[in-house]
């Protein structure tokens, strides 16, 4: 059974980092692309970063530019989402997202990838 796990959410103060887990199991992410999405309560679900199947492709919003950074390591099966100078605004849902086809000009549309995570949820708070 293919399945994606997220872990690493939690609450932290404006500032803070958080460093996301996105571990696959009953297949090798290797040949996959990985996004990250986010869901905040009455919002609809958007691309947060991606990462190509070799890692050699990144994206990102413009809303994390410069304080996420998204990285793999294919020997562990696992994507990682590095996450500094957290604002308010970032408290959301996090799922990560796998599919073998999916192509960095599409990366933030979700409906490219076929694996879902079931989410962890992330709140930036004082």
């Known amino acids: 059974q293919l399945q994606l796990v997220e872990s690493g959410g939690g609450l932290v103060q404006p500032g803070g980092s958080l460093r996301l887990s996105c571990a696959a199991s009953?297949?090798?992410?290797?040949?996959?692309?990985i996004g990250w999405f986010r869901q905040a309560p009455g919002k609809e679900r958007e691309g947060v970063s991606y990462?190509?199947?070799?890692?050699?492709?990144?994206k990102y919003a413009d809303s994390v530019k410069g304080r996420f950074t998204i990285s793999r390591d294919n020997a562990k099966n696992t994507v990682y989402l590095q996450m500094n100078s957290l604002k308010p605004e970032d408290t959301a849902v996090y799922y990560c997202?796998?599919?073998?086809?999916?192509?960095?000009?599409?990366?933030?549309?979700?409906?490219?990838?076929?694996?879902w995570g079931q989410g962890t949820q992330v709140a930036v708070s004082s």
């Open positions: 997202a796998a599919d073998r086809y999916v192509y960095s000009g599409a990366w933030s549309l979700a409906e490219k990838y076929d694996y």
């Open positions: 990462i190509s199947s070799t890692g050699g492709t990144t």
């Open positions: 009953g297949f090798t992410l290797d040949v996959y692309s």
